[in-house]
């Protein structure tokens, strides 16, 4: 008995970890020294600091100043300094928005399978099917898909941009997930400002 509660509770513990988001981001864009345009950091306050919301659909986790390093201001100055910086020289570039959210839905358990499976099971502990449901969830959860979207929006010198990425991932959303919707959409932000200012 003793060995099977054991076995669980490992289960248990494995699956949770596999299920959540990662607590922070580390992007990996070396500051740029050279920076040759005015940059304004104009994001409501309130979007700044990071927040998770556990909703009856679900956790929902913004990413703000204090968990993606490096913070947003100085990634978007840098990465925009280094893809298009000459065609930024002289100009104002103003930051209204760096918004990266990530969604992990609710898995859902069946108790009317659950209750059929210890059925049909002879002499089946409750106890056990009372430990299995978190386990079915876990794997639930595992299956479900998350969600990874980021939002860049400013303007250069009047002229407005934006940029929306998203994608989605099974299992449990990774620091090297969120980079890579980070990442995509910082280079698309890049193309429409160079666009824009180019004609």
Do not use: H
């Not at 054991?6 to 990996?28: E, F, H, K, M, P």
């Not at 000459?86 to 930051?95: E, H, Q, R, S, Y």
């Amino acid at each position: 008995m003793d060995r099977m509660k054991n076995i669980i509770a490992a289960l248990v513990t494995i699956i949770l970890t596999a299920c959540g988001t990662a607590s922070s981001v580390r992007v990996g864009v070396a500051p740029y020294e050279n920076v040759t345009f005015d940059f304004v950091d104009s994001r409501p306050l309130k979007e700044r600091p990071s927040q998770t919301v556990d909703s009856p659909v679900g956790l929902t986790s913004w990413f703000g100043d204090d968990k993606l390093i490096p913070a947003p201001p100085d990634l978007f100055k840098s990465y925009m300094a280094a893809k298009i910086g000459d065609v930024l020289t002289g100009k104002t570039v103003t930051l209204t928005a760096f918004r990266v959210t990530a969604a992990n839905p609710n898995a859902s358990l069946d108790a009317t399978r659950l209750q059929m499976a210890g059925g049909s099971v002879p002499n089946a502990n409750p106890v056990g099917l009372l430990l299995a449901a978190p386990v079915i969830l876990g794997i639930e959860s595992i299956k479900g898909e998350k969600m990874v979207i980021v939002d860049i929006r400013g303007n250069v010198s009047g002229q407005e941009f934006s940029s929306i990425c998203s994608d989605f991932f099974r299992g449990r959303t990774t620091e090297d997930n969120i980079r890579s919707v980070m990442l995509s959409c910082l280079d698309a932000a890049a193309g429409k400002i160079k666009k824009r200012i180019s004609g």
